[in-house]
Nanobody, 127 residues
């Protein structure tokens, strides 16, 4: 069983930066598609923010393009999300995910349909 463990969340003011990390218990970053998803404060939806496929191709939700960068270190089995110029609307719980299928940012995800999830890390951006 794969375990994903996020870290790096916190509280920042608008315009600030955070870097999230997701450590995997097994060698999956090179064999699974991976991504970061945000659950909004209402808890109603979990939406793709940034994804990186097994080949390293990245994709982003429109509202974070130019501000967020997703990357991975296959040797260390770690997924990253560097976030700059944070805005209050970026607030939420950020989850790391790994799946054998395609992960698409900018759309709500069917949570039970994803192979593996982390436990989430809270990001709070104040104005």
């Amino acid at each position: 069983q794969v375990q994903l463990m996020e870290s790096g969340g916190g509280s920042v003011q608008a315009g600030g930066s955070l870097k999230l990390s997701c450590a995997a218990s097994k060698d999956i970053t090179s064999s699974y598609n991976m991504g970061w998803f945000r659950q909004d404060p209402t808890g109603k939806e979990r939406e793709g923010v940034a994804t990186i496929d097994r080949h390293g191709m990245t994709d982003y939700k429109d509202s974070v393009k130019g501000r967020f960068t997703i990357s991975k270190d296959n040797a260390k089995n770690i997924l990253y999300l560097q976030m700059y110029d944070l805005k209050p609307e970026d607030t939420g719980v950020y989850y790391c995910a790994a799946d054998s299928g395609a992960l698409i940012p900018g759309h709500p995800v069917f949570i039970a349909g994803i192979n593996f999830w982390g436990q989430g890390t809270q990001v709070t951006v104040s104005s």
